[in-house]
């Protein structure tokens, strides 16, 4: 599920928020801080829930075929 980091136009409180859908309403997002509505978004929080790397020991996908 997508987390997305969130400041405060009015504090500078940064805070992260789960986001259902990238087209989700954000206008009920409010600083948790000082109350501010319409916080601004940032992109850098991003939370991946699959991952296709192979390398990656702890998500393998589950194709047991590697002869
Ligand atoms: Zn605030």
Redesign the pocket.
């Known amino acids: 599920m997508p987390m997305y980091e969130f400041v405060?136009r009015?504090?500078g409180?940064r805070f992260e928020e789960l986001v259902l859908s990238a087209s989700a309403s954000l206008e009920h997002i409010v600083?948790p801080?000082?109350g501010?509505e319409k916080p601004e978004k940032l992109i850098s929080a991003v939370a991946f829930t699959g991952c296709s790397a192979s390398s990656c020991g702890t998500c393998k996908p589950s194709s047991s075929g590697s002869t």
Request: net charge negative; aromatic share 0%.
């Open positions: 405060c009015e504090c409180h600083c801080s000082c501010a």
